[in-house]
């Protein structure tokens, strides 16, 4: 079955060393995309002209435009050819407020753009803890997708908060459990499915949380997974190809 692999960049590497990155990437039969930062998006626009990569953005305004200093709109991230966008990354939600309910409008200015969100959610370690994933992810995913038309045109990504390497100290980022990710996404595909029967059953759900060469093939072949979102390990092109080819 064909995948979608998304490399989200965040705030790293260079315009040079993406552009370099780009000419690297192997040939695969899966759906390749990058979520790099703003400044990166003209240059990769022209880089990915003619090959096979879907162009991501890692955030958008959540009004269409006006006086809102410091925001990228969806029409401009349109304007450069952005086929995906992350939004509600726990890096968002952490470090910068993003709400359920910014989340939702974000959604809502890209789909009017024809730019697929990809929905980003996960619990806390302490929730985790406490036994409330299910809880929190159906919390997550009624807010962010409420009056939202077209939900199958959004890709949700699961990433447990605890299993995104930046945010373990540990030398050794673990993911989460094969069991553990088959039981979420299974829920998570429920929930879609209750919201809408037509429509919920089409949504990709997409993995992240330390996602890299040694694990991917075991997690990418769960039919409950279809696709990984890839933060550490696509920073280097050698493991991003890998991963690429482990499937
Ligand atoms: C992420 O932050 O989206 C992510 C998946 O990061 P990592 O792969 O580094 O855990």
């Known amino acids: 079955m064909r995948k979608i692999i998304i490399a989200n960049w965040k705030m790293n590497l260079s315009i040079t060393k993406s552009l370099e990155f780009v000419k690297k990437v192997k040939k695969t039969k899966h759906m390749v995309g990058i979520a790099a930062p703003y400044t990166f998006l003209c240059e990769m626009k022209k880089a990915l002209a003619h090959k096979k990569i879907q162009l991501a953005a890692q955030d958008v305004a959540r009004f269409a435009e006006g006086a809102y200093t410091g925001e990228v709109s969806a029409k401009m991230l349109k304007k450069l050819n952005c086929t995906y966008c992350l939004v509600g990354h726990s890096e968002r939600r952490v470090y910068f407020a993003e709400t359920d309910e910014n989340v939702n409008e974000k959604i ?17 370690a302490s929730e985790r803890n406490k036994k409330l994933t299910k ?23 699961y990433e447990p908060i ?21 039981e979420v996404h299974k829920y998570i595909k429920n929930v879609l499915e209750k919201m809408s029967k037509s429509k919920g059953s089409k949504i990709k759900v997409l993995y992240g949380g330390s996602v ?36």
């Open 108 to 124: 809502k200015q890209l789909l009017a753009q024809g730019i697929k969100p990809v929905l980003c959610i996960g619990e806390k």
């Open 135 to 157: 809880k929190v992810l159906n919390k997550q995913l009624k807010k962010a997708l409420q009056g939202v038309k077209n939900i199958d045109k959004v890709i949700i990504a």
């Open 212 to 247: 890299k060469p040694s694990n991917s093939q075991e997690i990418l072949s769960l039919k409950e997974v279809d696709g990984a979102l890839v933060g550490g390990a696509s920073l280097k092109v050698s493991s991003f190809n890998a991963i690429l080819q482990s499937i």
């Open 162 to 182: 605890w299993a995104i390497s930046t945010f373990q100290k540990g030398k050794q980022k673990k993911s989460a459990s094969l069991d553990d990710i088959m």
